[in-house]
Every structure is written in C-alpha cells, then in structure tokens.
C-alpha cells in the first residue's frame, strides 16, 4: 500500500498563469490557505481580452449529466455565495435558470434533480411569453441557478487579492513556455520563475503553453436592448437553454447594468487557432442564430453588439479538464462551456493537492 502524501505543515509558493476567473479564484482560494501567490497574465488584470470578460455567465446547479455532476455544481453554488461573502460584492442575480425539455423525456432531468436533492419545478411554455420553447417541450426551472456578475467578479477578486500581502499580481507578463518536469515557467523578458506548484490557467491559450490535447471552439453571440414594452419582464426573467425552434438556442437575461444576450450551440463552430477571431466576419453567424433564434419577436430588439467568445474541450469527453502535467504542474486544459461557474471547484481542487503536500 503506498504510503499517504505528507502533509504540508508551510506556505507554498504557488504561481498562476492566467488572470481570468480559474487564476483569480484560485488565487484566492490559494491566499486564504495562507499559501504565497504570484498571478502572471500577458494583459491587465483583470484582461478585457480574457474569455472570463463578459456582462455576465450563466450558473446552473442542475447538470443534463446526471446527480454526480448536479452536486458538483452544488458545491460551486456554495462558494459563489462564499465569495461574495468575502469580497463585500454582489455576484449573483437569483433568477433561476430554465431549461426546455421534451415532455416525453422530462423524467431524464427531473429525477437527477431529486436525487442530488435540487430544486426544480416544470413551467409551462406560455408563463414565459418572450421565451421561444420549441414544440413539444416543457420548461423545466432551476431555482437555486442564475446569472453570476462575470466583470463584476473579475474586477472584485483582483481588488482583494491587490491588497492581500501574500499576493503578487504582475500585469502585462507573458509567459512564454512551462518546463513540465522542473515547473520553471518562463516569462518573456528570458526571466525563469520557479514555485512549489504552478497552475496554468491560461483558458483557451492554456494549449499552447501545456496539456493534453484538446479541442477549441468558437462561439458568437449577440448583444440586445428589449424593446420598452418588454423590458420590465426580462428584468425578472430567468436565464434559460434548449430554446428555438432547433431545441439548441440559449438567453441570458439583462439586470445589474447588463444586456440581454443570446447564442446558440448552432453556432458554436471547431476552429484551429484564436488568432484570426478579429478578421472574422460574425454577420453570418448572427443571421444563423437569427434563424432560429431564443425569444420571440427579435426583429424589436436592438442589437447592441455581435461578440465571438472562446472555450476549449477535452478532446476524448468534451467536458471540462484539470490535468496534471508534471510533478508540480498543473493545468486547466479544458474549461469547457461552464468554466466560469465551476471555476471554484478548481480552486478547491488546488488548495487539495496543497494541503495533501502532493505537489
Ligand atoms: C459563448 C460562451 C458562453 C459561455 N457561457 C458560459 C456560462 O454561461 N457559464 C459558464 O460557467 N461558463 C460559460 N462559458 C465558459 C467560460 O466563459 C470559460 O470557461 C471561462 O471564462 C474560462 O475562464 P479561464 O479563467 O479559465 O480563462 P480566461 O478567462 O480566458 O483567462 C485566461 C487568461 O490567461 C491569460 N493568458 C493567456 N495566455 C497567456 C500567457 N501565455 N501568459 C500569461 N497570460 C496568459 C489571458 O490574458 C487571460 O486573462 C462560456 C464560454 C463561451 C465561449
């Protein structure tokens, strides 16, 4: 029987590559462990050019992948609300999140729900009149889910951890390659920076420092002002997927100072590289999404803005990813498409293999 890892009774110089949610929250996570952490990102912190920077993301508690993965996202929940705690900031809108669902099929999702001890309600397609369900479908709502403040909490985890005295941020520091076997990360200025444990955090560039292989995937979604007569509904309504006549389109709603804004798995599309993302012409991919679109009547929204976002996968599951890559080095290859609201679970995951002294 192998013997168990020895626990670390000190501070450990943690480094992290990458400022968007996954860096900052394990950052935190890691300072408030009484560990020593440096945060490295090639822009500001937080980055406005980091997949994290966004009005707002979606965080639902009840996964489409069983009781296991809902009360994962339990757990996030949790510490969403323990941030907020801590950082003295509101991140949350409770708005619930509601997800279309064939009516023949709804058992599928409602008994997960019951077993990892969810909340959940079915609603009918007409209580939600903005709302395009696609036919046959029921809504089934997340009641503890709801839309988490992305800038607001970029901005709010970077102001605590400035004024922490265990924490280091270095903005406009670009690292340019990881040694796997040493863990000496190399910045670009030829400087070598060692640490107990180094954490590459770097979201859909995380592939191009290390890791395993993954897939990356590009998004557009468009940014919408409601028209005046519906605008005090969107301001309680929930968010909510499975939406369109193809069963694929998604809205997040406005509050707090944000848009409204929608997307669709329809136009999620495979691409090799970030780089061309600007070039992009995003007019095709919002007439697509136009096509079969998540709400009714979008010829009276205004469109505001037409965005492109990013995420990887891993490549075998499609999900999320968090490898080890050397004896001190981590990686979140795949954030997957919820790796702002399961962010958290990596900062535990971190702050783990710390106090195991497994790193
Ligand atoms: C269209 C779309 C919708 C989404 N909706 C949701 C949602 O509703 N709910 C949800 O939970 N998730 C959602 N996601 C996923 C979520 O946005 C991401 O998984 C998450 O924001 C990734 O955060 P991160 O911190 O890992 O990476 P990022 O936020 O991308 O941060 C990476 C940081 O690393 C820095 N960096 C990169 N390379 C280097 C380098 N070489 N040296 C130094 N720094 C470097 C970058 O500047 C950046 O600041 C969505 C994604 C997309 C594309």
């Not at 990892?116 to 209580?127: D, I, N, Q």
């Not at 107990?196 to 191009?208: H, I, Q």
């Amino acid at each position: 029987m192998a013997a168990a890892p020895a626990r670390r009774r000190t501070a450990a110089a943690v480094v992290i590559v990458g400022a968007g949610v996954t860096g900052l929250l394990t950052a935190v996570g890691c300072a408030l462990a009484g560990h020593r952490v440096t945060v490295l990102d090639r822009g500001a912190i937080p980055n406005p050019q980091s997949s994290s920077f966004d009005q707002h993301r979606v965080i639902r508690t009840l996964s489409p992948d069983g009781a296991d993965a809902t009360r994962r996202m339990i757990a996030a929940r949790h510490r969403w609300r323990e941030l907020e705690t801590l950082l003295g900031t509101r991140l949350h809108r409770p708005v619930g999140v509601v997800t279309a669902w064939p009516r023949e099929r709804l058992a599928e999702l409602t008994a997960p729900a019951a077993e990892a001890g969810v909340r959940v309600r079915t609603v009918e397609p007409w209580t939600l009149p903005h709302l395009e369900f696609p036919p046959d479908s029921t809504g089934v709502m997340d009641e503890a889910a709801g839309v988490l403040l992305a800038e607001r909490v970029l901005h709010a985890a970077a102001r605590w951890l400035a004024a922490h005295p265990a924490v280091t941020l270095r903005p406009y520091c670009a690292v340019t390659g990881i040694d796997a076997d040493s863990g000496k990360v190399r910045v670009a200025d030829g400087e070598r920076t060692g640490a107990d444990l180094v954490l590459l955090a770097a979201g859909p560039w995380t592939r191009e420092l290390a890791g395993p292989p993954v897939v990356l995937h590009r998004q557009t979604m468009v940014y919408l002002r409601p028209p005046p007569d519906a605008a005090r509904w969107w301001e309680q309504a929930p968010a909510a997927g499975g939406l369109g006549t193809d069963g694929r389109a998604w809205a997040v709603p406005p509050g707090a100072g944000t848009l409204l804004k929608i997307s669709s798995d329809a136009v999620r599309r495979e691409v090799d590289t970030t780089a061309d993302c600007e070039a992009e012409d995003q007019a095709p991919w919002a007439e697509r999404l136009a096509a079969a679109p998540p709400l009714t009547g979008l010829h009276r929204y205004t469109v505001v803005a037409v965005k492109p976002c990013h995420y990887t996968s891993d490549a075998d599951t499609g999900g999320p990813l968090l490898a080890r890559v050397g004896p001190a080095v981590w990686s979140r290859a795949a954030c997957g498409g919820s790796g702002f609201s399961a962010a958290p679970l990596v900062a535990d995951r971190i702050v783990d293999v710390l106090r195991e002294g497994a790193a």
